[in-house]
């Protein structure tokens, strides 16, 4: 994992990805941090809520690929698809 997240999220670059996950610490939240942390996966970690309501978000977990915004279950399959 890359950090924590404070204010304002600031994109991290992982081979040219930027992913960041939006959560609030919730039992689906840990599952898909659990999920990333098992691949191997580095992501940057934001649980400001006023960043999440800016970007139109309304529940959590949500993981942003390259600005592609995906919910719990996409996100799982997303990290399924990952080698």
């Known amino acids: 994992m890359l950090g924590i997240c404070k204010g304002i999220c600031e994109e991290k670059y992982i081979g040219g990805v930027t992913l960041i996950l939006y959560s609030t610490g919730c039992p689906k939240c840990k599952i898909l941090k659990t999920k ?10 934001c649980s400001d809520v006023n960043v999440m309501m800016a970007k ?13 915004i995906m919910t719990y279950l996409d996100a799982i399959n997303w990290i399924k698809e990952q080698n």
């Open 36 to 45: 990333l942390d098992e691949k191997n996966i580095a992501y940057e970690v």
């Open 56 to 68: 139109g978000m309304r529940s959590v977990p949500i993981l942003e690929v390259d600005e592609i």
